[in-house]
């Protein structure tokens, strides 16, 4: 097995996430996210980093993280919040493609 961080990628093979139209904000850096260091701590994230972004989905594109792999499984650990924020939805929705084919 192997981790791929969403920030540093793929240790082995060195491949890094792309993603998609545009670049997400990092997390443990970003001064304007809503969800901030004062609400995650970073230290319970794989390597202490975390993507961030805001999405509305009133006519915005799909926000997408793209990984490219050769293996037999993919195990996916997300950050999700509790506390409600100000001014923020926290609503997450996650859907998977292997292969070109949704799978969940």
Known sequence: NRTIDD???DSVAGAPPH???KPWNTG?????????T???????AF??????MTYSGLGWPDQVM???FTGF????????VNT??????????????IGGERVG
């Open 7 to 9: 920030q540093e990628g």
């Open 47 to 52: 390597d202490g980093t975390r993507s961030d």
């Open 84 to 97: 409600a924020v100000a001014d923020t939805d926290t609503f997450t929705n996650l859907t998977f493609y």
């Open 66 to 68: 793209e990984v490219n």
């Open 73 to 80: 499984a993919v195990y996916v650990y997300n950050i999700l």
């Open 19 to 21: 993603y998609l139209p």
């Open 28 to 36: 443990q850096t970003c001064l304007t996210c809503h969800i901030h």
């Open 38 to 44: 004062g609400i995650i701590d970073a230290n319970q």
